[in-house]
């Protein structure tokens, strides 16, 4: 983690780092109680991770900065894959690796047809291998660096004596040389996700949640009992996690809304793009075709009311197909989702 960092002002492009996988998407008509057999409707496979996929969102929005990779990948058919398909889209590969005997992370993911509720099996693979010294900021002129997902990315969330994680760690130099930093998160009930981020948090500009990762985090339910979003418990969730040391703002999605919540300012709510039921394929990426309409917005310096706004209206995008990335159109088009059906 050497050089002399170009000047803030010149920064520009996003730097995505973390989980590069390949999703194997399988539709279902219901999900199989143990000991029995269903039938898979149709197969996908596409890119998956979030890194990869907010790189992927941002290359289909067409946006005029540069964007790069940094992960690890297995020496195999599948490295080759993902590291062809993002050349391809003019994303710059040259800080994906090659762990020489590993393989390539995938995750089979399950899709119930008529909910497009999801399954996740994942595994980790040559992602689990990524540690700090893969972490050169050197040569890079980014603006944002966004780094995930944290507890699925088994060398950063060793401990680290000096930042209580690696991951903390990577995090930390990022932002001394200026980059803007934001961090998502695996949905992980292991009891190990508080502490990861409670490590992180300090060094991010920016973090992602939906409601069950608050939940995990801070051990506030967001929803009422009747299933129903309610403000004041999510205000209380936030407030929780960020006096443990975000720097600015916790942003948390779901399925109806985006809060933006920093200390000290009003909180920002944005409704989701009411899209037809019908019209939804599947719901795989929508958190990280959200995150890249944000960070779009983050780049362009927007006010955080038109980040959230950007981030809805991708997110909506990207439900129109199954897979994380392919629904999601050049930043205009998804804006007009919002504009032809409105938001809750």
Known sequence: MSGAPPPTARRRGILAAGNFIIDQVKFLDAYPEEETCVTIRSLSRSNGGAPYNVLVDLARMRVDYPLEALGLLGDDS????????????????????????????????????????????QFPGASALLRKEHFDFGDTSAKILHLAFLALLEGLDQPSATHGTVAAEVLAEAQRIGLITSSDVVTDQSGRLPGLVTAALPHLDYFFANEIEMELLTGLSVRSQSGSLDFERMEAACRRLVERGLNRWLVVHTAEM?????????????????I????????????????????????????????????????????????????????????????RYGFR
């Open 78 to 121: 599948e490295g080759l894959e993902i590291r062809n398909h993002c050349e391809s889209l003019g994303i710059d590969t040259r800080k994906l690796a090659s762990a020489r005997g590993a393989r390539t992370s995938f995750s089979d993911i399950v899709t119930i047809t008529g909910t497009g509720k999801r399954t996740i099996l």
């Open 258 to 274: 985006a809060v933006a919540f920093r200390p000290g300012e009003p909180v920002r709510l944005q409704g989701s793009v009411r």
């Open 276 to 339: 037809p039921a019908v019209s939804i394929r599947g719901t795989n990426g929508a958190g990280d075709a959200f995150a890249a309409g944000f960070l779009h917005g983050v780049h362009q310096e927007e006010p955080i009311s038109e980040c959230l706004r950007l981030g809805v209206c991708v997110a909506a995008a990207s439900l129109s197909d199954g897979t994380p990335s392919a629904g999601v159109t050049p930043v205009e088009q998804c804006l007009s989702l919002g504009e």
